[in-house]
């Protein structure tokens, strides 16, 4: 699942992004930072879940055919077992690298659940809780799980309800959707700056603090 965010956003997109983070702070004293990960996971499990779904029926299958092809009476066992171990491993690495197929063996819990954690992560790891007015906004987009995530510092909450950046990640996913991410993601940045000069207006010793755009491969 590496470098899905290569296939994601373009050079001209990313490009955009950051015009688009740095005109939007233009107005406000908001710091915000559109983060871009190939996944949130890796998700171990799933290959394992899928590979045993596939190899188990065609083991049964194909020691069937094959038995009764050639006669082999008790030795199915043994050709069972190698049949078995043989797909698994084939199918194991077909849904390790296909994320349509490897999304298929993952639940909304577990994939919401490692999303949330990875934004919280990347947040405290790139420093957004550090800011001088503690108004730092994270946009986590997770590009295999197709999930965005938005987690705001202290200084944002106290002045802004949490449900108001719901329209705004639907929004992105929306995008996502229809592949016009780099798209939705720009106008996300421009409607997040409106909120923020709300509450946070410019100020004369304003500074950028943060990075404009993270893509992490």
Not at 95 to 101: I, T
Not at 175 to 192: F, L, M, P, W
């Amino acid at each position: 699942m590496k470098n899905l965010t290569r296939q994601f956003l373009s050079d001209a997109d990313r490009d955009r992004i950051i015009a688009a983070v740095k005109e939007a702070e233009k107005n406000t004293s908001g710091e915000i930072v559109p983060m871009v990960a190939s996944s949130s996971y890796h998700y171990p499990v799933a290959n394992i879940i899928g590979g045993i779904t596939f190899a188990l029926p065609l083991s049964v299958i194909l020691t069937h055919l094959i038995g009764k092809w050639f006669w082999m009476g008790p030795q199915n066992m043994w050709l069972f077992m190698i049949l078995l171990f043989s797909i698994f491993i084939i199918s194991h690495e077909v849904v390790k690298r296909l994320p349509g197929l490897k999304r298929m063996f993952l639940s909304n819990r577990e994939i919401n659940e490692e999303v949330e954690e990875a934004a919280i992560t990347n947040f405290f790891k790139e420093g957004l809780h550090r800011t001088k007015d503690e108004t730092g906004i994270l946009i986590f987009i997770s590009v295999f799980e197709q999930k965005v995530w938005t987690l705001a510092d202290r200084g944002i909450n106290e002045k802004v309800h949490e449900g108001a950046w719901n329209e705004i990640v639907q929004s992105i996913v929306d995008g996502i959707k229809s592949q016009q991410q780099g798209t939705a993601i720009c106008e996300a940045v421009k409607r997040v700056g409106h909120i923020l000069r709300e509450h946070f207006p410019v100020q004369a010793d304003d500074t950028d603090e943060l990075k404009n755009l993270i893509v992490d491969e």
